[in-house]
């Protein structure tokens, strides 16, 4: 099993990162890595708190963990500091403000469907509930029909088979 130096797993996962942003494919067959080991190095220094896209190079398709890491970094930085951010990390602002919004706006659809979640809670228990009802109608019948059955059945034993004719 041969070992990585530091600083090559380093210049790899600098690679990984925007604005190169290469895919694990395409870096396992560029460097001779296994992808098993790099996608170990990425999930790694992402628990290090590294931003290191998904499969996709495009920032449109990152996950929404990545881009609010993304915000979460930006979010205290001047004009300025957000425009060298964006240069290096291959972004635009208006991006990263869409995001920011898309984030901000996060809790209000979650206030939304919390309620609609309940509603339709409430709405399968009542049905539930109908729908349990209407078993313990149909058991209690059916056990009824099976009773009058079984006394058919001891009737006809006791005293014989009933004739139709009579």
């Known amino acids: 099993m041969?070992?990585?130096?530091?600083?090559?797993?380093e210049a790899i996962l600098q690679k990984m990162a925007p604005p190169q942003s290469l895919t694990v494919a395409e870096l396992a067959s560029q460097e001779g890595i296994s992808t098993a080991t790099l996608y170990n190095w990425r999930k790694a220094a992402r628990g290090r708190g590294a931003v290191l896209p998904s499969n996709s190079a495009h920032s449109d398709k990152w996950s929404s963990e990545e881009k609010f890491r993304i915000?979460?970094?930006?979010?205290?930085?001047?004009?300025?500091?957000?425009?060298?951010?964006c240069r290096k990390h291959g972004l635009y602002p208006e991006q990263i403000e869409a995001w920011k919004t898309a984030c901000m706006g996060a809790n209000a659809l979650s206030d939304e469907q919390t309620k609609q979640n309940r509603q339709a809670a409430k709405a399968e228990k009542?049905?539930?509930?109908?729908l349990e009802a209407e078993l313990w109608r149909k058991e209690k019948a059916l056990a009824e029909t099976a009773a009058l059955l079984t006394l058919s059945k001891k009737a006809e034993?006791?005293?014989?088979?009933?004739?139709?004719?009579?």
């Open 126 to 130: 009542k049905r539930v509930k109908k």
């Open 2 to 9: 041969p070992h990585y130096s530091l600083e090559r797993k």
């Open 71 to 85: 915000v979460l970094e930006t979010a205290p930085m001047t004009e300025a500091e957000l425009s060298e951010y």
């Open 157 to 166: 034993a006791i005293w014989g088979p009933k004739d139709e004719d009579e």
